[in-house]
């Protein structure tokens, strides 16, 4: 589907061809490419500036049937980001259009002040992971996604750049798969099913995969991921994927919330916010996936994905505020709201899995405040951890694939506020403000010595309106972060 390909644009007929171009010098070394940017720069309507394009038909001198002219901006603030955007974009343009291919110009790197791998990775990137639609509820799906996409490459370039497509490939069906359960309704994904979903594709790359179901987790005392599914009718379910290489250096265990819809439960939410808690799972989603790339990247570093899956509802049978429960790490805790229910499963799965795998490190994702949507917006993630080297891995990897995270700090002083008058500790803050800390600081208690991050995405977990290579709904955040963190280990 994705091909590296050498383009004569003056010979072969090309359906469509997308180049970028900068407002301030010139991206292409081919003498027709050059000359059709400088068609392009000449019309008043375009000017090379971020964000633009225009279509140009049959262009003099080339073959090509269609050439989008994409405007880059200032040479010097191009980086992988944008030029994401721009494949991206073009993909997006020509699936509107319902066509069915096109061909990528590959600017040149040497102007850009990047390396060729980077340019070549990003627009397989924003190339791939805008080529995606998600249309199984649609009685006819309305468009579809293109069946060849091509970037123009020399002979070296594409026996060098191979494996980096194979991965891209790989890591973007992944973040499709995560984008696809995120947006799922929450009918078609009720515990059981999510968990016969995530170990269904976990299967086919060959993961290790166990699910323990509400009979096992009784007996193995999850009093809190048991607590928070009681007002269900669809039980709790702990999904465990492994991948297990021969020789591995070390574990990482990765914890995804999984909450596959969370009404607030006795302290229901405002109809406001309500709408949006199908994605609550938004975390096991990334880290579902996340093992699924990871099984086919094959690291030399052990994986574990624990997903606790429940679903958060209000019934004769659900827990109620005032509560006390006992975590499995034998905790008790006083359910001081039964909406802040993701720190509870979290916990349970936290302390499994540090019992039973005991990894070098413990990273969690989950959609865990709205608190911290207030503090970073929509697009950042909140990072939490004592630990400088782990922040500074997870930062990079954030810097790299532009899944942003900003660190957050985890005050001492501010762990009296989960203070019960009963129980060892309560899930709500007697404080309203600093809730995305709080609840970080709430599942600090239950890493214990382990190493341990906390990445809060209830922002980044989905949009509204997309972006250049992402559509509305689940966003799939978290899978290229996790995936590039635990490679570059
Ligand atoms: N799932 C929500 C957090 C959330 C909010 C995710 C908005 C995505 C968008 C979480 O379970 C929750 O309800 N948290 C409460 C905690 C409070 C009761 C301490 C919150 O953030 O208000
Ligand atoms: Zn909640
Ligand atoms: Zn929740």
């Known amino acids: 589907m994705l091909e590296l390909k050498t383009i004569d644009a003056k010979k072969q007929r090309v359906a469509t061809l997308a180049v970028p171009v900068c407002q301030d010098g010139d991206l292409h070394t081919k003498k027709a490419i050059q000359a059709l940017c400088a068609t392009g720069l000449a019309l008043p309507e375009f000017s090379g500036e971020k964000g633009q394009s225009i279509m140009l038909y049959d262009p003099p001198g080339l073959a090509c049937r269609r050439a989008i002219l994409f405007g880059l901006g200032k040479m010097e603030q191009v980086d992988g980001e944008r030029l994401r955007h721009f494949a991206g974009a073009c993909v997006k343009q020509v699936i509107d259009k319902e066509l069915t291919e096109v061909a990528l110009a590959t600017p040149s790197a040497g102007p850009l002040g990047m390396d060729k791998a980077h340019v070549f990775s990003a627009l397989m990137e924003g190339a791939l992971l805008a080529n995606h639609r998600y249309d199984a509820y649609r009685s006819e799906p309305k468009k579809t996604a293109l069946k060849k996409i091509q970037l123009d490459a020399t002979a070296g370039e594409r026996k060098r750049f191979r494996a980096l497509r194979q991965q891209t490939t790989v890591i973007c069906a992944a973040v499709h798969q995560a984008r696809e359960w995120v947006s799922m309704p929450a009918n078609d994904k009720r515990p059981q099913e999510l968990a016969d979903r995530m170990t269904a594709a976990a299967r086919k790359v060959k993961l290790k995969v166990q699910v323990l179901k509400e009979t096992t987790l009784a007996q193995k005392r999850f009093g809190a991921l048991l607590a928070v599914g009681q007002g269900s009718t669809s039980p709790p379910r702990l999904v465990v994927l492994s991948y297990n290489p021969a020789k591995a250096k070390r574990t990482i265990a990765l914890v995804g919330k999984g909450v ?27 880290v579902a996936a996340t093992l699924l790339t990871v099984a086919q990247l094959k690291p030399d570093t052990r994986v574990i994905g624990l997903m606790p899956l429940a679903e958060n509802m209000l019934s004769g049978n659900a827990i109620r505020p005032g509560d006390i429960i006992t975590a499995y790490s034998g905790k008790t805790i006083e359910i001081g709201n039964t909406d802040a229910e993701g720190r509870l499963i979290m916990a349970d799965a936290m302390a499994y899995a540090i019992e039973t795998f005991k990894p070098d490190a413990v990273i969690d994702m989950a959609t865990l405040t709205g ?18 080297e782990i922040a500074d891995a997870i930062l990079a990897a954030s810097r790299h694939t532009h899944e942003r995270c900003w660190r957050l700090p985890l005050p001492e002083d501010y762990k ?9 500790t309560s899930n709500m803050s007697s404080s309203r403000w600093g ?15 382990t190493p341990w991050a906390h990445i809060d995405i209830a922002g980044p977990a989905s949009s509204k309106k997309g972006n250049a290579y992402c559509g509305p709904g689940g966003t799939g955040f978290g899978v290229r972060l996790l995936t590039d963190f635990i490679m570059n280990l």
């Open 416 to 424: 009296e506020l989960l203070k019960s008058d009963l129980a060892d």
């Open 435 to 449: 809730g995305a800390i709080t609840a970080a600081l709430f599942l600090q208690q239950f890493a214990g010595d």
């Open 260 to 286: 596959t819809f969370d009404t607030g439960g006795t302290n229901l939410k405002p109809t406001t916010g309500l709408g949006d808690m199908k994605t609550d799972m938004a975390g096991s989603a990334a």
């Open 371 to 388: 608190a911290c949507v207030v503090a970073l917006g929509e697009k950042l993630a909140g990072l939490f951890t004592p630990n400088e």
